[in-house]
């Protein structure tokens, strides 16, 4: 596995050892020991979630105040923008972003930490995304960061308006959002 740091260190972009022949291919798309050895990050998965979405369709930004999730996204099917937006007060990257393009085609995994609000923009016809959590789900702790905050200013690769629910088009502004200590 090769393992690339994004804009903000903590956030990893993976490229996995694709193994391939006239059958097809094959590779690991998680094996705790590797993942350790090669990001120094040991953590347990404790659920797997698998979306599938249209183009132009944005899930996000989310992430949950207590029972903060780490997450290890990839693509099965299609292709995403993916984000990841710092909301630890007393990191040096607060407030900063950083994204990757990941595809069914790439097979490259983005590693979004836990204390980060995560979101994604479907850039192809139909996507389909699967990602390991850190933690379980919590709807009580969800909370939404406002996709197009100017604070923000995350350049979304979308003409036009995106198609999304209306919890997460009513997010909160990261000036007023409940962040990590």
Not at 7 to 23: H, K, M, N, Q, T
Not at 135 to 154: F, T
Not at 162 to 169: G, I, Y
Request: glycine share 6%; proline share 5%.
């Amino acid at each position: 596995m090769k393992v690339e740091r994004s804009s903000i260190a903590d956030v990893l972009l993976l490229e996995p050892e694709v193994f391939g022949d006239a059958r097809g291919f094959f590779f690991e798309s998680y094996n705790r020991r590797a993942f350790a050895r090669e990001t120094g990050i040991d953590v347990e998965f404790v659920q797997d979630n698998h979306s599938r979405s249209s183009k132009n369709v944005l899930r996000g930004l989310h992430y949950q105040l207590r029972q903060p999730q780490g997450k290890l996204v990839r693509v099965t099917a299609g292709e995403i923008w993916d984000v990841a937006v710092d909301l630890r007060r007393g990191s040096p990257s607060f407030g900063r972003w950083a994204a990757a393009t990941l595809s069914a085609e790439s097979r490259r995994m983005l590693w979004v930490p836990a204390g980060f609000a995560h979101g994604f923009l479907v850039l192809s016809e139909l996507a389909e995304v699967l990602y390991k959590t850190t933690d379980y789900y919590a709807p009580e702790h969800e909370r939404s960061l406002l996709w197009n905050d100017p604070a923000l200013a995350i350049a979304w690769p979308l003409a036009g308006e995106p198609v999304m629910t209306d919890k997460d088009r009513r997010g909160t502004p990261l000036a007023s959002a409940e962040t990590y200590a």
